[in-house]
């Protein structure tokens, strides 16, 4: 049950309140179980409801980022390619005759670095089949030819990888995953990367479980500059917290609203149908959102990664997958096994630990940087 709240606006930690407690400039509209926060700054992008290039502007923005941070990317995934640097010693002296012997030095490479044994055995055949046709006649020719099989598993089902907000704002981000996957912090840094695009964001503390949660995002906001909406009380429900959110976000006119969730194991019945109360209670804020649901994945799972996308894909239907902690991976091949297996584009992977080690993901610039 809710319990008794304030309807003033609480500082952010070491803000100035504004208005004061007791001004009677309150808003009346401000709902009486929520608190919200707002840093003073204002957004640098300005837009109205019918400019509906913006989105689509803003999610081209962010892809053309990541073409510009791909040293990022190739320093992010260090771990894996180093794993993988024994394709190029198994090639470097191939010939005709060694290939079966080289093609299961390769295959062992590619399991190592996760692949997962459907993909790996499709990818060798294939280049065996080559091979033996007279296709491939070198060792930089094999190579070649692997890399290509990758981007071609990572591209086959066209999948969007860029940001779908719609035409209306404000667009609806909902975060989903499990406990100590980096998703509040995966929020923080997505807001820190819209926020720089000129998206005027709203963050929604949704995460009313964990005690921290609300103060973690607090924290983001601050670092972002970005307004946020928590609860103030900590057994609020979650879906209430993120309803007010958007209706916030529609009545003030944010462009994106971030909405962050529990963590929750993937086999915990209950607990995943409270997301689909939250999803419900967004759609009843503003007709069809949220517009993007991303699962965040820790990276170092592996292909144990698996069985978590397919039970939260199933429950509110994911539209786009945010992997982490890749940089202190060597499996990046599990990337390749999410996206043929589960037909889920991988949106945003996590290589590294700065705010900006969040980059979009490129199928193009993965597979430069675990195959230099």
């Known amino acids: 049950m809710a319990s008794s709240v304030s309807s003033h606006l609480v500082p952010l930690r070491s803000k100035k ?25 204002t957004s640098r992008f300005k837009c109205s ?19 510009s941070d791909v ?33 299961d030095n390769l295959e062992e490479a590619l399991l190592v670095a996760d692949f997962g044994p459907r993909i790996t055995i499709k990818i060798v055949e294939s280049l065996r ?35 779908r907000l719609g035409f209306r704002k404000p667009a609806v981000i909902m975060i989903v995953g499990v406990n100590g996957g980096g998703k509040t912090t995966s929020l923080g840094k997505l807001a820190n990367r819209l926020k720089k695009e000129g998206a005027k964001v709203l963050l929604a503390a949704g995460d009313t479980f964990r005690a921290a949660a609300s103060d973690q995002l607090e924290i983001w906001a601050e670092r972002t500059d970005c307004e946020i909406v928590v609860a103030e009380k900590e057994n609020a429900k979650a879906s209430s917290v993120l309803s007010q959110a958007v209706k916030k976000g529609k009545q003030e006119g944010f462009d994106v609203v971030l909405c962050d969730t529990s963590g ?83 949106k945003f992977v996590g290589v590294g630990e700065a705010v900006e080690d969040l980059q979009p993901f490129d199928a193009e610039a993965f597979v430069n940087a675990i195959f230099p």
């Open 17 to 41: 309140l504004f208005p004061p407690p007791n001004s009677a400039t309150a808003l009346p509209h401000v709902p009486t179980n929520l608190v919200f926060t707002c840093p003073t700054r």
């Open 49 to 67: 409801a019918g400019q509906t290039g913006f989105f689509t502007k803003l999610g081209r923005l962010i892809k053309e980022k990541a073409k």
């Open 71 to 103: 040293e990022k990317v190739f320093s992010g995934f260090s771990k894996t390619r180093d794993n993988l640097a024994v394709i190029d010693e198994v090639l470097l002296y191939w010939n005709l005759p060694d290939t079966d012997r080289v093609l």
């Open 129 to 163: 089949e080559d091979i033996y046709a007279g296709k491939l006649k070198s060792g930089s020719e094999i190579k070649d030819a692997l890399k290509r099989s990758i981007l071609n598993l990572l591209t086959a089902k066209n999948v969007k990888t860029e940001l």
């Open 264 to 346: 929750r194991l993937h086999t915990n019945y209950s607990l995943m149908e409270e997301l689909v109360a939250c999803k419900k209670a967004i759609g009843k804020a503003v007709s069809g959102a949220p517009n993007e649901i991303l699962l965040v994945l820790d990276g170092t799972t592996g292909l144990n990664m698996l069985p978590q996308a397919r039970e939260f894909n199933d429950v509110v239907g994911v539209t786009g997958l945010i992997l982490t902690k890749l940089d202190g991976s060597a499996r990046g091949g599990c990337v390749v096994s999410v996206v043929d297996e589960l037909g889920i584009p991988v």
